[in-house]
T-cell receptor, first 113, second 110 residues
Framework: EPEVTQTPSHQVTQMGQEVILRCVPISNHLYFYWYRQILGQKVEFLVSFYNNEISEKSEIFDDQFSVERPDGSNFTLKIRSTKLEDSAMYFC???????????FGPGTRLTVL | GENVEQHPSTLSVQEGDSAVIKCTYSDSASNYFPWYKQELGKRPQLIIDIRSNVGEKKDQRIAVTLNKTAKHFSLHITETQPEDSAVYFCAAIRDDKIIFGKGTRLHILP
């Protein structure tokens, strides 16, 4: 059964550095999402992406964040200048259609020192 | 924007008993309500979902009910088993944005 994959599984970075988190959504899916989950807390929506543009974003998704689908398979989240409070698990998800099941990747644990 | 409240935050039930988790949402335009199960260190996985034109849906031991008028929806797990122990999140979707509740940690007691 196809799954969403994410790399790396764990990323450690220094405050102020840029990070790029990578995701490979399920191949025939058209809708792509990023979420974050701070340890022990709920999953928070960051951004949704469809037809090569952002369709929705949350207030968390400020100018420090950007997303890109650089080719037909990858979907990336970039954080330009990481802060301590960016430390969290970041989940990518994809879906066939809006208002439909979203399949989550295994997550990337980002630790900002 | 949408706000999803979930109760209780922690729930302990004896194995074999039923568990009920309740959520409310604020935006009447939300029209899709999934429930996710998350085991420790793992990804959220969809266990059941319901759309706003349906009042109830059942899948084996799991059922979800939706009251659109009251903006309530609930997850019911019957005949609970040890493997049901996890964190459960309700969610509401509007405009392709999924808003999660804060989660319920379910403990199944032997």
């Amino acid at each position: 059964e196809p799954e969403v994959t994410q790399t790396p599984s764990h990323q450690v970075t220094q405050m102020g550095q840029e990070v790029i988190l990578r995701c490979v959504p399920i191949s025939n899916h058209l809708y792509f999402y990023w979420y974050r989950q701070i340890l022990g807390q709920k999953v928070e929506f960051l951004v949704s992406f469809y037809n090569n543009e952002i369709s929705e974003k949350s207030e968390i998704f400020d100018d420090q964040f950007s997303v890109e689908r650089p080719d037909g398979s990858n979907f990336t989240l970039k954080i330009r200048s990481t802060k301590l409070e960016d430390s969290a698990m970041y989940f990518c998800a994809s879906g066939l259609a809006a208002y439909n099941e979203q399949f989550f990747g295994p997550g990337t644990r980002l630790t900002v020192l | 924007g949408e706000n999803v409240e979930q109760h209780p935050s922690t729930l302990s039930v004896q194995e074999g008993d039923s568990a009920v988790i309740k959520c409310t949402y604020s935006d009447s335009a939300s029209n899709y309500f999934p429930w996710y199960k998350q085991e420790l260190g793992k990804r959220p996985q969809l266990i059941i979902d319901i759309r706003s034109n349906v009042g109830e849906k059942k899948d084996q031991r799991i059922a979800v009910t939706l009251n659109k008028t009251a903006k309530h929806f609930s997850l019911h797990i019957t005949e609970t088993q040890p493997e049901d122990s996890a964190v459960y999140f309700c969610a509401a979707i509007r405009d392709d944005k999924i808003i999660f509740g804060k989660g319920t940690r379910l403990h199944i007691l032997p």
